[in-house]
């Protein structure tokens, strides 16, 4: 633990991770969109970390799941302990060029590792890189994401695709809450020794996925 980036040592303890949207009520009434605010939670429902995503009106508004942001994660003490960055990039499933990447820092200013998409032809995958952008871990999604009253799951796989390791799930949270309050919930299900700068990267692929393929549906944020 004494090598841990400062404000992970709590993720050392957890397997399952909870991130919650919470409800902006100008957003929930009159449609537009605001920045992101979120909470991270352990399996008991407490509160480890809060995140706020940071862009400008013009993203959020013209480039909606395709914007570019910064989402920085604090403690419960305010301090800023992992930030996620995310460039403008293409999300097009017919050309394998200038896909999605995401960077995530801990403690900020230090890469922890990376979020990068694979091009395939009918699944959403990704992989795992740590700092030194070596592949670690695999994320493959359903054919469907649309969910359908049912939890949504993005399988995270060993480098060999064939070993189910965890998940990351959207959780179905009712048809009218997720239509009249445009909130979301997530759960991250990871080995409790991965990591812990893994698990960063874990956070930050998920918020990735909701962006992906969630942004404009009535199942997502």
Known sequence: TQNLPPGLEYLNQLDQIIIHQQVELLEAILGRETSSKYEIKNH????????VEENGCFDRKLCSPLRSFTIRIADNSGRE????IRPLRCNSCCFPCF???LEVQSPPGTIAGYVVQNWDPFLPKFTIQNQSKEDVLKIIGPYATCGCFDDVDFEVKALNEMTTIGKISKYWSGFVNNVFTNTANFGIQVPVDLDVRIKAVMIGACFLIDLMFFENSLDGL
């Not at 008991?44 to 995140?51: I, K, N, S």
């Not at 302990?81 to 996620?84: F, L, Q, Y």
């Open 44 to 51: 008991l429902g407490q509160r480890v970390y809060f995140a």
């Open 81 to 84: 302990v992992i930030r996620v």
């Open 99 to 101: 896909l999605q990447e």
